[in-house]
T-cell receptor, first 114, second 112 residues
């Protein structure tokens, strides 16, 4: 079974631009979560989607948004990029929403904002 | 509130045991996880323990949970140079879906 895939793997943008990152979950998984990893703040939860609906949202500004498609693929968008948005963005998928559902992480998209 | 803490760094010699510690504050944690992250890679799930258990063993890995003290540890037996990585503990809260709260990570260095 293929793992979680994220595209692109690396991205360079400038301040003020917007960016869209993509995540394809493991086949059959319906839940997708996004995390931001930075050296200063560590791993922080962004949001979680299940059946095309956002189920949970972390403490991030409205510039961060996401969506999930009917095939469970998910995208996240960051508008009006700031230098502090430079980070590794990780996506994780699981079968469902229960706390015991194992989450499998993708390799991440490394975003650099100049 | 939720807070998960880990020590920053651990250095061991190849063949020794490593013990990585983690403390958490939310008593409603249901599952506690250990993830491994190698340079340039995503997170690899190593093992997890349900909050009503106090120990779980999986090959070279042993997880101990002291719910009273909210203390979690990961013991790696016969540590190898390939075990060098950053280890994260994480908790999930009942009724919070898949949201995980992570510790800051412990960098394990294994010397030959």
């Amino acid at each position: 079974k293929a793992g979680v895939t994220q595209t692109p793997r690396y991205l360079i943008k400038t301040r003020g631009q917007q960016v869209t990152l993509s995540c394809s979950p493991i086949s059959g998984h319906r839940s997708v979560s996004w995390y931001q990893q930075t050296p200063g703040q560590g791993l922080q939860f962004l949001f979680e989607y299940f059946s095309e609906t956002q189920r949970n949202k972390g403490n991030f500004p409205g510039r961060f948004s996401g969506r999930q498609f009917s095939n469970s693929r998910s995208e996240m968008n960051v508008s009006t990029l700031e230098l502090g948005d430079s980070a590794l963005y990780l996506c994780a998928s699981s079968l469902g929403l229960a706390a015991w559902e194992t989450q499998y992480f993708g390799p991440g998209t490394r975003l650099l904002v100049l | 509130g939720e807070d998960v803490e880990q020590s920053l760094f651990l250095s061991v010699r190849e063949g020794d045991s490593s013990v990585i510690n983690c403390t958490y504050t939310d008593s409603s944690s249901t599952y506690l996880y250990w993830y491994k992250q190698e340079p340039g890679a995503g997170l690899q799930l190593l093992t997890y323990i349900f909050s009503n258990m106090d120990m779980k063993q999986d090959q070279r890995l042993t997880v101990l949970l002291n719910k009273k003290d909210k203390h979690l540890s990961l013991r790696i037996a016969d540590t190898q140079t390939g075990d060098s990585a950053i280890y994260f503990c994480a908790e999930s809260i009942n009724n919070a879906g898949n949201m995980l709260t992570f510790g800051g990570g412990t960098r394990l260095m294994v010397k030959p």
